[in-house]
């Protein structure tokens, strides 16, 4: 996946025949990717073992015995008895063999003799506590962060139990994005059944009106590539904002095959193009920066104007729609889709999109109150995300809900701004310079280590001599920290 063309990066699903085409389904599915730590090998992933452990549906209701099966993966290649325990820890995505495979974590346990486990959270992947009902709003409602640390909790005390040979185990937890927030608030909440962890590119602080990542975005493309790259794309976008203003859009809808029922001076609508536009250029940045150079590369090439330019560069973009499909959708219903599908949940986007309108927001605004910021163009409020939200979940998903739901989350774990011998002493945070959730965690302190030229959890990875020093020295920093608490 890391070798896709820039400008192909959404078109992965192609149509089976000629229909309505959904534009933003690609972009938001690989945001929600698995992290990637290098290739493997079949003979590594032979030592893998796919298992299943039985949790409580809610485990803060004694009067609830409901069960289900988590999936989890293991390899005991190098474990010998009482050696330490690394856990990594699933976020909002479905697990895969490879994470047990190579990486760091797995070069600590080779290292440590150490047992490998990698768990899957409730609600994606295969664990779906109530099967194929699982995405019904009835049953959505056991979706929430205390429940997953429940899971890890009577997770590492069964294994613990079970075992002999791992009673006396350290645990080391390990997660990169939302899954290394998880392993940080892991240690606040059962510090009895940690040791240590890892957190890579953890948001820490819960905030509905994000608008801090698409000026992040905007800062990083200038900072890969140059000014003449991040100004070029303002350009564009503030040309598109002056064609829906005077109600001109339509000869550039009508070129990308959009359908006619779109409404431009509709506003959510609207926020909804210029939202899913936005999207891509926050997966190249968050998923891909590598390919940062190459697309600017393109859209300085395409032409001399600016506006023109960055009109070529929709066309290639949007162009499996234009081709492929009887048109493509760019309104609002075509998002809000994505988040109301109750069976197809292959990608998780539906869980993530309700985890985010009741505990942490994250959304990533362009049109702010509390900034002056014109970063993308200044049309995505937080209202659309507000609306969204109701529109999927239903009446009760207000939008004092969301606010309250992001209040608890800080008031219990404190958001970033803490003294670090008094909380999350057990836990080194990493971070890349370039990675625009790197603004919601903790990049201050001696157990905190900005990885310049790099973004989301790059450096879950093996030691490589194609890294910088800089990110194979803040491995080897991550590493001893982590065999101090041993």
């Not at 370039?434 to 157990?447: A, C, E, N, S």
Request: charged content about 20%.
């Amino acid at each position: 996946m890391k070798c896709l063309n820039v400008i192909v990066l959404t078109m992965l699903w192609l149509p089976s025949s000629l229909a309505t085409y959904n534009p933003y389904r690609q972009n938001l599915a690989l945001l929600q990717q698995e992290p990637f730590s290098g290739s493997y090998t079949k003979n590594e992933e032979a030592y893998v073992e796919e298992l299943w452990l039985g949790q409580k549906v809610d485990h803060f209701d004694r009067n609830n015995s409901q069960t289900w099966q988590m999936r989890y993966f293991r390899n005991a290649k190098y474990h010998r008895p009482q050696g330490p325990i690394y856990i990594f820890v699933g976020g909002e995505w479905t697990i895969s063999p490879g994470l047990m495979s190579t990486g760091l974590s797995h070069d600590m346990a080779l290292e440590n003799s150490g047992m490998l486990f990698y768990t899957e959270h409730r609600y994606y992947g295969l664990s779906l506590p109530f099967g194929k009902e699982s995405f019904q709003l009835g049953h959505l409602k056991q979706l929430n962060l205390h429940q997953s640390l429940a899971d890890l909790a009577h997770f590492i005390r069964h294994q613990k139990s079970e075992n002999p040979e791992m009673a006396d185990s350290k645990v080391i937890l390990v997660g990169g994005s939302y899954s290394g927030s998880l392993v940080a608030w892991m240690t606040q909440l059962y510090p009895d059944l940690i040791a240590a962890s890892w957190a890579s590119s953890a948001p820490l602080l819960a905030k509905a009106d994000f608008y801090e990542y698409m000026e992040m975005v905007s800062r990083s493309i200038e900072i890969s590539y140059g000014e003449n790259c991040s100004l070029r794309i303002e350009k564009g976008l503030k040309y598109l904002v002056r064609l829906f203003d005077d109600n001109h859009i339509r000869d550039l809808l009508f070129k990308l095959n959009g359908c006619e029922d779109y409404n431009p001076k509709d506003a959510l609508d609207r926020a909804a193009f210029f939202n899913g536009l936005a999207n891509y250029f926050a997966l190249v940045v968050q998923s891909y920066s590598a390919y940062i150079p190459r697309l600017c590369e393109t859209l300085m090439h395409l032409d001399s104007s600016d506006e023109l330019a960055f009109f070529k560069f929709l066309e290639l973009l949007y162009a499996e729609g234009r081709r492929s499909s009887d048109c493509q959708d760019f309104g609002y219903s075509s998002m809000l889709q994505l988040f109301s599908e109750d069976e197809d949940q292959s990608t998780g986007t539906r869980a993530w999109f309700y985890q985010t309108c009741n505990e942490f927001g994250w959304y990533t605004t362009t049109k702010s109150n509390s900034s002056a910021s014109e970063s993308f163009a200044n049309q995505v409020p937080l209202s659309y995300f507000e609306k969204l939200c109701q529109d999927a979940f239903g009446a009760e998903q207000t939008a004092q809900k969301l606010a309250l739901g992001v209040e608890q989350t800080n008031s219990k774990f404190g958001g970033y701004g803490f003294n670090q011998s008094e909380r999350y002493a057990q836990v080194i945070f990493t971070h890349g310079q370039l990675d625009p959730w790197g603004v919601l965690g903790r990049q201050t302190g001696r157990q905190a280590i900005v990885l310049t030229g790099y973004s989301h959890v790059e450096d879950l990875a093996s030691i490589r001599i194609t890294d910088s020093v800089q990110m194979n020295l803040a491995k080897l920093r991550v590493m001893s920290f982590l065999r101090s608490h041993l």
